[in-house]
């Protein structure tokens, strides 16, 4: 008879159904703090479904990726437990969707920051006195011509700031949605 896929696994099922020995796993629960299986009197294990899918992500990554267990940690740390979970179950769309999550938050901070040391400074990083894309600039300055596909580093640096002000805008126009 099969259990439930909501039913708790003894430590003796898991490791069976992962083909680990039953130290490791123990030895795992004291590496990643976020394998938290339920004891009952005696010491006995019961591991939870996320549990299960938690562990079959760890041991994909240690074992089939080469990754060692700070490098787990790690992964942990920066990207949370859903991660290895998607990870584990080989769910592509999961992983995808986390990815972006987390580059968009990056940038979201990234962005709070230089806004943060604009009023620290009390000045705006885009000074009034520069001029937009070359206009206005002496050849000598460096400015773009006409036809000319190379940009010039200041301006690289320009459309990517004004590629930033824009994603923000558009979060926060999805945001009031």
């Not at 009023?119 to 206009?135: A, C």
């Not at 640096?157 to 945001?175: H, M, S």
């Given at each position: 008879?099969?259990?439930?896929?909501?039913?708790?696994?003894?430590i003796?099922?898991?490791?069976?159904?992962?083909?680990?020995?039953?130290?490791?796993?123990?030895?795992?629960?004291?590496?990643?703090?976020?394998?938290?299986?339920?004891?009952?009197?005696?010491?006995?294990?019961?591991?939870?479904?996320?549990?299960?899918?938690?562990?079959k992500?760890?041991?994909h990554?240690?074992?089939?990726?080469?990754?060692?267990?700070?490098?787990?940690?790690?992964?942990?740390?920066?990207?949370?437990?859903?991660?290895?979970?998607?990870?584990?179950?080989?769910?592509?769309?999961?992983?995808?969707a986390?990815?972006q999550?987390?580059?968009?938050?990056?940038?979201?901070?990234s962005?709070?920051?230089?806004?943060d040391?604009?009023?620290?400074?009390?000045q705006?990083?885009?000074?009034?006195?520069?001029?937009?894309f070359?206009l206005?600039?002496?050849?000598?300055?460096?400015g773009?011509?006409?036809?000319?596909?190379?940009?010039?580093?200041?301006?690289?640096?320009?459309?990517?700031e004004?590629?930033?002000?824009?994603?923000?805008?558009?979060?926060?126009?999805?945001?009031?949605?």
């Amino acid at each position: 008879m099969d259990k439930s896929p909501d039913a708790f696994r003894t430590i003796s099922e898991v490791a069976e159904s992962l083909d680990l020995p039953q130290h490791v796993l123990r030895f795992w629960e004291t590496r990643f703090n976020q394998i938290k299986p339920m004891k009952r009197g005696g010491g006995r294990r019961y591991y939870r479904p996320q549990d299960v899918e938690l562990i079959k992500g760890i041991r994909h990554m240690l074992y089939d990726q080469g990754y060692t267990i700070k490098g787990v940690q790690k992964l942990l740390r920066e990207n949370g437990n859903q991660f290895l979970v998607a990870i584990g179950s080989g769910d592509l769309a999961a992983i995808e969707a986390i990815t972006q999550r987390k580059q968009a938050e990056a940038e979201a901070a990234s962005m709070q920051q230089r806004a943060d040391d604009e009023m620290l400074v009390g000045q705006p990083k885009v000074k009034p006195s520069r001029r937009f894309f070359g206009l206005g600039k002496s050849d000598e300055e460096g400015g773009a011509e006409a036809g000319d596909s190379r940009l010039s580093r200041d301006n690289r640096a320009l459309l990517q700031e004004a590629l930033f002000d824009l994603l923000e805008c558009k979060r926060l126009l999805d945001q009031v949605r």
